[in-house]
C-alpha cells in the first residue's frame, strides 16, 4: 500500500483533499543547559499515515517518513532534532519561514498543512520560590514562583523525581506566576528538579531547571 501511495504521490494522481488536525513546528531553548531543539508535530484526521514528507523554506525535504508494511499507518508524529548547544546550528538547519507537511493516508489520500518558524525566543522566567540548589524545602505547601512575564502565551511546568520517575506536567495561562505542590505528592528528604518553559505565541519556548531537596521532616 505504502508503495502504491508514494507512486501515486510522484505521479501527481493523488488530490489534496484534506488537512492535518495539527501541523506545526517550535524552537524550544533550556537556559541552563544551554542548548536548543527544534520539535515537529503532525497529526492527522482518523486515519493513519502511510508517508509524511517535511519541507523547509528552502526547499529542502528534512523529513521522510514512511510505513512502508504497516496495515494502519501512525496517525500522529512528534519528532525532535538533536540538542547541541546553542550557537545556531540548529537554526541553520532549521531555517526561518514557512514549511510545508503532506502526508499520505493508507488509504491513499493525500493530506497536506503548513507551519511557520520563527527563531525568536521569549525571555526566561526567574525563580522566587524555591531557589536553585535550596536544601530545605517543605515537602508540603510549596507553591512554586517565577516574576511574571509580558507577552507570554502560556507556561508548561514540569516537577521530576527522576529516582522514582515520577513528574508533574502542568499547562498555565500566560498571566500566571505561581503554581501549587499538591499535598502529598513531594516526600521529605527528596531531590526533586523543576522546569518552567515561556512559550511565546508563536510557540516557541524557553525553558528554566532548578533543582532543590526537601527538608528532612514537613
Not at 488530490?15 to 492527522?44: C, H, M, P, S, W
Not at 532534532?81 to 550557537?87: L, M, N, Q, Y
Not at 531555517?95 to 503532506?102: E, I, N, S
Not at 500566571?176 to 528528604?189: H, L, R, V
Request: net charge negative; hydrophobic share 40%; aromatic share 6%.
Amino acid at each position: 500500500m505504502a508503495v502504491v501511495t508514494c507512486a501515486l504521490a510522484s505521479a501527481g494522481l493523488v488530490q489534496a483533499d484534506d488537512r492535518f488536525d495539527t501541523a506545526k513546528l517550535y524552537l524550544e531553548r533550556n537556559v541552563a543547559d544551554g542548548d536548543a531543539e527544534v520539535v515537529i508535530e503532525a497529526k492527522g484526521d482518523d486515519e493513519g499515515l502511510s508517508v509524511l514528507t517535511l519541507v523547509a523554506p528552502d526547499g529542502r525535504t528534512l523529513v521522510d517518513f514512511q510505513v512502508p508494511e504497516g496495515k494502519l499507518g501512525i496517525r500522529s508524529v512528534k519528532l525532535e532534532s538533536p540538542e547541541p548547544e546553542d550557537d545556531g546550528r540548529v537554526q541553520a538547519d532549521f531555517p526561518a519561514g514557512d514549511y510545508g507537511f503532506t502526508g499520505i493516508t493508507m488509504d491513499g489520500d493525500r493530506i497536506s498543512g503548513s507551519g511557520t518558524l520563527s527563531h525568536r525566543l521569549p525571555p526566561p522566567v526567574s525563580f522566587l520560590v524555591p531557589k536553585d540548589e535550596q536544601e530545605d524545602v517543605p515537602a508540603a505547601g510549596l507553591k512554586a514562583q517565577w516574576k511574571p512575564l509580558e507577552g507570554i502565551e502560556k507556561y508548561v511546568l514540569i516537577l521530576e523525581d527522576e529516582a522514582a520517575d515520577l513528574a508533574i506536567e502542568a499547562e498555565l495561562p500566560g498571566n500566571a506566576f505561581s503554581f501549587e505542590i499538591p499535598n502529598g505528592w513531594m516526600k521529605p528528604d527528596t531531590d526533586y528538579k523543576l522546569a518552567v518553559g515561556s512559550v511565546a505565541p508563536d510557540g516557541n519556548r524557553s525553558f528554566v531547571e532548578i533543582e532543590f531537596e526537601t527538608a528532612q521532616t514537613q
